[in-house]
């Protein structure tokens, strides 16, 4: 399993480019996406029916951001991925930290749209800040999606100068360029998602971007370590009770053991752990996991706090390092 974080700056087309990639890949049937995109034309946003696969709050579909990360997941043919879909606005920056933080590889999304990548890639975009940011929340690798071909006519000189002026960004964050593929696509027609668009890039000679995604590396699972699950949110759900979420970082989780939450030092029962509303006996690194916790109230956990087991508890330190990024 692999958690995909997706990056970028506000209306790349990131949302978009994702819930499009999830139906051509079978995660979502052809049926909602009509519907979806039936309820998008209702309120004049036509354009919004792949991004809505995504977007589940009233507020986002209403202004057309991501506000909240979203998680979703797809099958590509060698690996099973989570896809963690971060918000572009700068309003919305902390809950991008929170998704990045989640991930194994980041799929940074440029607008190649004429003003679009320049917006993205000036002193305040968010393709620079998001870039930097994912290199210093430790997701090594990258995929980059140029998107909005259709929008420059899928034209390769365009393509070319995005790749070029990104290239000597990342390479000044941290990234190396030459590891990094750059798919020309288009997020709203679905040109080089999964198949090649040969007919209109007969220039690109590289991987579709499902088969750039199928590429990438698993990082090694620290399984044999305690317990860390860091908590991202919490909810109250009726008749079920207290769900806690988060990322397995380390060790495994199982239903029946008893939690513990620190640094408050609460213990609840795990009454079942899910992932993508699948129960499961144990989950373990990687696993972006619901827990149904017993015993515990909404109000007494909160984001931030570190899930561990009876038997290594995680506790306070005296010191630590930390990376200060300027």
């Avoid at 506000?10 to 979502?28: A, E, F, M, N, W």
């Avoid at 988060?246 to 795990?270: L, N, Q, S």
Wanted: charged share 25%.
């Amino acid at each position: 399993r692999i958690s995909l974080v997706v990056v970028g700056h506000v209306d790349s087309g990131k949302s978009t480019t994702t819930g499009h990639l999830i139906y051509q890949c079978g995660g979502i049937d052809k049926s909602t996406i009509e519907r979806y995109g039936a309820e998008a034309a209702e309120v004049g946003k036509s354009s919004f029916k792949y991004a809505w696969v995504l977007d589940n709050l009233k507020a986002e579909r209403e202004r057309g951001v991501t506000i909240d990360i979203s998680m979703f997941k797809f099958h590509s043919p060698r690996l099973q991925f989570t896809v963690i879909d971060c918000p572009g606005h700068r309003d919305f920056i902390k809950n991008m930290l929170s998704g990045t933080s989640q991930g194994d590889v980041a799929l940074l999304v440029a607008d190649a749209s004429q003003g679009g990548f320049e917006a993205g890639i000036s002193k305040d975009g968010q393709t620079r800040e998001h870039a930097l940011l994912c290199y210093t929340l430790g997701v090594k690798q990258m995929i980059v999606a140029v998107n909005k071909m259709d929008e420059v006519g899928y034209s390769e000189s365009r393509y070319q100068t995005v790749k070029e002026e990104l290239s000597a960004y990342l390479k000044k964050v941290g990234y190396k360029p030459a590891n990094i593929p750059f798919v020309p696509i288009s997020g709203w027609v679905g040109d080089n998602l999964t198949a090649k668009a040969d007919d209109k890039m007969p220039w690109y000679e590289g991987p579709t971007l499902i088969e750039a995604l199928d590429n990438v590396t698993p990082p090694r699972r620290l399984t044999e370590k305690p317990l860390r699950i860091p908590v991202q949110d919490t909810y109250k759900i009726g008749g079920v009770g207290t769900i806690v979420v988060g990322r397995v970082e380390t060790g495994v989780v199982k239903t029946g053991m008893t939690a513990h939450f620190a640094p408050v030092g609460i213990k609840a029962e795990i009454k079942s752990v899910e992932m993508h509303h699948e129960s499961l006996n144990e989950a373990g690194p990687g696993c972006n996991v619901g827990l149904n916790t017993k015993g515990v109230a909404v109000k007494d956990i909160r984001r931030g706090f570190v899930v561990s087991g009876e038997d290594n508890k995680a506790s306070g330190v005296s010191s630590f390092e930390g990376q200060v990024v300027v």
